[in-house]
């Protein structure tokens, strides 16, 4: 890990993370992760910047290794109603309710915090500076992605197993060639041009 944040001394620190919000379709997907240093995890760094067996692979090892660890969505309805970003706090704090152990403190990534009712500090570049930050990252990542894989079954004609939902030429192309699934975020601009016409 690149540029290492120091952060206040607490015993039990959680990352949290979420992967989604540029996408069309699908649902904001949030983690939260304390990990053990007892058992310390070799390798991880931002989702984005991993191979997919690699992340896969410490997907895995997270989830068997960390003293606690949760999801937290939003769907597209609750984006479409509240926004994008306020529908990624609601799934962050849904992310850190659904942990087993309560933190001492928090580290969200990226520069605001959702409300919680413990410390938490918002880290800009968190998911490739903060351990944790990185695990939530890789969980978060692994489990919309699969979605997807999901979802393409249902609507293979969109692509969604390539580009995750998010708004390439291609997805583009078939969203105005078929229109929007029941899963596409409405107040997104070009779904609402699509369902407009």
């Not at 309710?97 to 009712?117: F, H, K, Y």
């Not at 998911?127 to 393409?152: F, G, P, Q, Y």
């Not at 997805?171 to 409405?186: C, I, N, P, S, V």
Request: aromatic share 6%; net charge negative.
């Amino acid at each position: 890990m690149s540029d290492i944040f120091i952060y206040p001394q607490a015993n039990l620190i959680a990352g949290v993370d979420e992967v989604g919000r540029g996408p069309l379709v699908g649902a904001v997907v949030t983690a939260a992760v304390i990990l053990d240093p007892a058992r310390p995890i070799q390798g991880l760094a931002d989702s984005k910047k991993l191979s997919e067996k690699k992340r896969l692979a410490l997907h895995d090892e997270i989830k068997e290794k960390a003293l606690a660890w949760s999801l937290g969505r939003a769907e597209p309805e609750e984006i479409d109603e509240l926004n994008i970003l306020h529908a990624t706090m609601l799934a962050m704090q849904r992310a850190v309710a659904g942990l087993s152990i309560t933190p001492d403190l928090v580290l969200i990534d990226g520069n605001r915090c959702p409300t919680l009712p413990m410390s938490s500090l918002a880290v800009v570049k968190g998911d490739s500076r903060v351990a944790e930050i990185s695990a939530a990252s890789i969980l978060a990542k692994v489990t919309r992605d699969r979605e997807m894989e999901t979802l393409d079954l249902e609507y293979p004609e969109y692509g969604f197993a390539k580009h995750k939902g998010y708004p390439t030429a291609f997805h583009l192309q078939k969203l105005e060639e078929f229109g929007a699934t029941e899963f596409h975020r409405r107040s997104f601009a070009p779904v609402r041009k699509v369902l407009s016409l």
